[in-house]
């Protein structure tokens, strides 16, 4: 029997940092993320090895600690700090790898939240951008990369990401 496809919702996003406690201030504070819980929670091998963490990273993890936010519109945002192994290599704007090299939140003034982030730690890449596709709007729609302070990439869009992509050539 085939399952009909259906557009999935995106239900979270993770991020290692080294810094639990500074990257949960930074994300309540500066992006208005919600805590979902008294955070962040710390799970030990020694103490707890039945815990899900550790049936599903390998044998090296022994120390995490882990925190849950949300955003605007409930998209979860977890931070991971592990403890045992630590951050082997630091986060970088380095779009030559694979996988992740950014996430995207939508705020209506992209230019005060990069003063914000810069403000708190982070730092600008490259300049602000506004689509060819909303050229001629009486409202200037705009996106631009900020690092946070662990140089985990964030693009900043005025608006949603449809508006901005729909009408491109």
């Not at 810094?19 to 929670?41: C, E, G, H, M, V």
């Not at 490259?126 to 001629?136: F, H």
Request: charged share 20%; net charge negative.
């Amino acid at each position: 029997m085939e399952v009909a496809p259906f557009n999935r919702v995106l239900n979270h996003v993770a991020l290692h940092v080294p810094d639990i406690d500074a990257a949960i201030a930074f994300y309540t504070s500066i992006l208005s993320f919600r805590k979902l819980q008294n955070l962040p929670r710390c799970t030990d091998r020694s103490t707890d090895p039945d815990a899900p963490i550790f049936r599903i990273y390998d044998s090296r993890l022994h120390k995490v600690k882990v925190a849950f936010l949300a955003t605007g519109n409930s998209v979860g945002f977890e931070l991971f700090q592990f403890i045992d192994p630590p951050m082997s290599v630091p986060s970088s704007f380095d779009y030559t790898r694979g996988g992740v090299f950014h996430f995207a939140v939508t705020d209506p003034d992209p230019e005060a939240l990069c003063a914000r982030v810069v403000a708190a730690g982070g730092r600008k890449i490259g300049e602000t951008v506004s689509p060819k596709s909303t050229e001629g709007e009486e409202v200037r729609t705009v996106a631009l990369y900020v690092l946070d302070p662990w140089g985990n990439t964030i693009e900043a869009c005025s608006c949603s990401f449809e508006k901005m992509v729909a009408n491109r050539d």
